[in-house]
């Protein structure tokens, strides 16, 4: 979610509309993620666009992706499993060093609200007593847009390097906001402007672990990118300490 700000009229109306329901706004209103104002009885999670930030009139709210967006929606596993194979791709090219081999995309599962996607695994142990580690599905609703998407198995694949590297007991803010980052990275290379608008949403996301976290990740980027903070949670469990000991 984007930056809201409570915002005084002047006196009488301010004669401004709403970008939401387009009446008059009242005295006291909202100012939305792009500095549109609307008026504060209005849901904020379901009045802009998830993907793009754009206003969605209360009719429509029933979707919290504008009409735009939801043309681009993935509803096929085989669609939502090239998606995947192609993040995984593009992951490894930003430098992080391993990726699971591949991973179903399950679209009709439930996935538990608040999450909008999950990752399930199974540890094991072999013959010699090393421990394995099986990673099962990717559980996400259907007819996410294809970005929205996108970004998310890039966070959830996060999770699953941060369990096949047993870092699992890192702070839920480490944890979230390096799987933040890669989808934040991922989201960097789509050529599709609203990536932009969808990057500065979770930059400027005000949940204390995914927003924070993402902003701790992004200010401990170094030249070695996420590689290097990888590498970093790995040695400390701080993401900037190695690329700190390298220089
Ligand atoms: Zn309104
Ligand atoms: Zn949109
Ligand atoms: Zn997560």
């Not at 609200?113 to 199974?122: D, E, G, S």
């Not at 290379?189 to 204390?208: C, F, G, Y």
């Not at 949670?233 to 390298?246: C, E, H, I, N, W």
């Amino acid at each position: 979610m984007g930056l809201f700000h409570w915002m005084f009229g002047t006196q009488g109306g301010s004669g401004l509309t709403c970008t939401v329901c387009r009446r008059e706004l009242p005295r006291r209103y909202l100012i939305g993620p792009e500095r549109q104002g609307f008026c504060p009885s209005h849901n904020l999670d379901r009045s802009f666009c998830r993907v793009c930030s754009s206003p969605i009139p209360p009719a429509a709210q029933s979707s919290p992706f504008c009409q735009d967006c939801r043309q681009s929606s993935v509803g096929q596993a085989g669609e939502a499993m090239a998606l995947l194979g192609q993040v995984q791709r593009e992951l490894r090219e930003l430098g992080l060093p391993w990726w699971p081999q591949s991973v179903p995309v399950n679209l009709s599962a439930a996935v538990q609200p608040p999450h909008v996607a999950t990752i399930h695994w199974q540890r094991s142990q072999d013959a010699q007593g090393r421990r394995r580690v099986t990673f099962q599905e990717i559980r996400v609703s259907p007819d996410y847009p294809r970005l929205y998407l996108g970004s998310l198995l890039a966070h959830e694949l996060g999770h699953a390097f941060l369990v096949q590297q047993d870092l699992e007991g890192l702070s839920p803010v480490i944890t979230e906001g390096f799987c933040e980052l890669c989808g934040w990275l991922w989201l960097g290379r789509q050529r599709d402007p609203r990536a932009v608008r969808l990057r500065a949403r979770m930059e400027n996301s005000i949940t204390p672990i995914y927003g924070e976290g993402l902003r701790v990740m992004i200010a401990s980027l170094g030249p070695q990118g996420i590689a290097g903070i990888a590498a970093g949670l790995k040695v400390t469990g701080s993401p900037t300490a190695l690329a700190a000991r390298l220089c």
